[in-house]
């Protein structure tokens, strides 16, 4: 399973957040620390806020920060609005795949397993377990 920019995206930007407490971060200062792009943050901020991730301040001075506190962001939870796309192979999205096996086939039924398994294991995870060591990760990262 990999995930895409985008999940990757949110996830970075969550975590900038979660190392913030009490602060209100921009997507500049984001962008800056990782050195990518401020319009896909933009887009990346405006679905965090959607799903209620985030937090976003408008006007001078204003910024982002976490609508929850980061125990209560589950990574599974992220991933499952982030990502668009679970079909890891054709029959996943189509049952009238082009396919010849798929009348027969078992890889489907096991792929399944271990797209579960995957978000099962990121279920167990939360913002505050990925930023436990805040002051390693915040030496890191520009201000």
Partial sequence: MRLT????????L????ALRPGELVTIQ???D?????????MKVAFELGRHGFLETVRGRGGGLRLARPPHQIG?????RKTEDDFNLVECFADA?????LTSRCRLKGALSRALSAYLAVLD???????????AELAG????
């Fill in 5 to 12: 920019v985008y999940s990757d995206f949110s996830l970075r």
């Fill in 14 to 17: 969550l975590m900038y957040a």
């Fill in 29 to 31: 200062q984001v962008a």
């Fill in 33 to 41: 620390a990782y050195g990518i792009s401020r319009n896909h943050l």
């Fill in 75 to 79: 990574l599974g939870e992220v991933v």
């Fill in 96 to 100: 009238n795949s082009g396919c010849v």
């Fill in 124 to 134: 167990e995870y939360t913002l505050a377990d990925l930023t436990k060591n805040r």
């Fill in 140 to 143: 890191l990262l520009p201000a």
